[in-house]
C-alpha cells in the first residue's frame, strides 16, 4: 500500500499564478523527495529535503518539511505553462537501505492555463 | 550518455506469452529498480537490486522475475503475462545513498498491454 498521498490529485491554475501541492506521509523518514513526470516521460527528480531541514529552496521550486505533522509542501513560485506536469513526493520506508528503495505517492496532476 | 534505457518502449503480449523488459544504465549506478505506474496508483515497486547478482522483492513482486547478471542491466521477466500486468513499467537506477542525495534516475517507460 502506498505510504503517505499527495493532494489535491489535480490542480489548474493560470500562468504566473503559484502552486503548492502536498505530501502527507505515516512512517518516518530520513528524506523526502519531490520527482517530475511530463506526459508520457519519466521522472525527473527535482529537490530533496532531509529530516533535519525544515525548508529548501531551487529556482522557482520551495519545498517545506513538517516532521511532527509528517507533511510536506512544493510551493512552484510564477508558474509556467512548462510547469504542467503530475509531481510526486518519494520517501524512504526502509531505514535499512538508505535511499535505495523509495516509495511514492499517487501524484499532483498540475496544469498550467496560458 | 544516454543515462537509463529500456527496450522495448511498447509491446503487447497475449495471456500466458513470456517477455522480458530490458534495462540498460552508463552511470555505474550500484542500484536499479522496476516500477510500475498504474492510473490512480502511482508508481509501485516490483523488485530491486543493490549490487550485481543480488536482487530483492519489492511492493509488487508477484507474477515477476529479475536478474541482474551484469552490474549496468536489469532485466524484468514476466513468465505468464495477465491483463493485470497492462502497465507502464519504469527502470531507475542510482548511487548509494551515503555522501549522495540517492535520487533516481528514470528510464523513459515501457508500456506493456496483456490481451
Known amino acids: 500500500s502506498q505510504q503517505g498521498e499527495e493532494d489535491p490529485q489535480a490542480l489548474s491554475i493560470q500562468e504566473g499564478e503559484n502552486a503548492t501541492m502536498n505530501c502527507s506521509y505515516k512512517?518516518?523518514?530520513?528524506?523526502l523527495q519531490w520527482y517530475r513526470q511530463n506526459s508520457g516521460r519519466g521522472l525527473v527528480h527535482l529537490i530533496l529535503i532531509r529530516s533535519n531541514e525544515r525548508e529548501k529552496h531551487s529556482g522557482r521550486l520551495r519545498v517545506t518539511l513538517d516532521t511532527s505533522k509528517k507533511s510536506s509542501s512544493l510551493l512552484i513560485t510564477a508558474s509556467r505553462a512548462a510547469d504542467t506536469a503530475s509531481y510526486f513526493c518519494?520517501?524512504?520506508?526502509?531505514?535499512?537501505?538508505?535511499?535505495?528503495?523509495?516509495?511514492f505517492g499517487t501524484g499532483t496532476r498540475l496544469t498550467i492555463i496560458p | 550518455n544516454a543515462g537509463v534505457t529500456q527496450t522495448p518502449k511498447f509491446r503487447v503480449l497475449k495471456t500466458g506469452q513470456s517477455m522480458t523488459l530490458l534495462c540498460a544504465q552508463d552511470m555505474n549506478h550500484e542500484y536499479m529498480y522496476w516500477y510500475r505506474q498504474d492510473p490512480g496508483m502511482g508508481l509501485r515497486l516490483i523488485h530491486y537490486?543493490?549490487?550485481?547478482?543480488?536482487?530483492a522483492k519489492g511492493e509488487v513482486p508477484d507474477g515477476y522475475n529479475v536478474s541482474r547478471l551484469k552490474k549496468q542491466n536489469f532485466l524484468l521477466g514476466l513468465e505468464s503475462a495477465a491483463p493485470s500486468q497492462t502497465s507502464v513499467y519504469f527502470c531507475a537506477s542510482s548511487s548509494p545513498s551515503g555522501g549522495n542525495t540517492g535520487e533516481l534516475f528514470f528510464g523513459e517507460g515501457s508500456r506493456l498491454t496483456v490481451l
Open positions: 537490486s543493490v549490487g550485481e547478482g543480488t536482487t
Open positions: 518519494a520517501r524512504r520506508t526502509d531505514p535499512l537501505f538508505g535511499n535505495e528503495k523509495l516509495t
Open positions: 512512517t518516518s523518514i530520513n528524506n
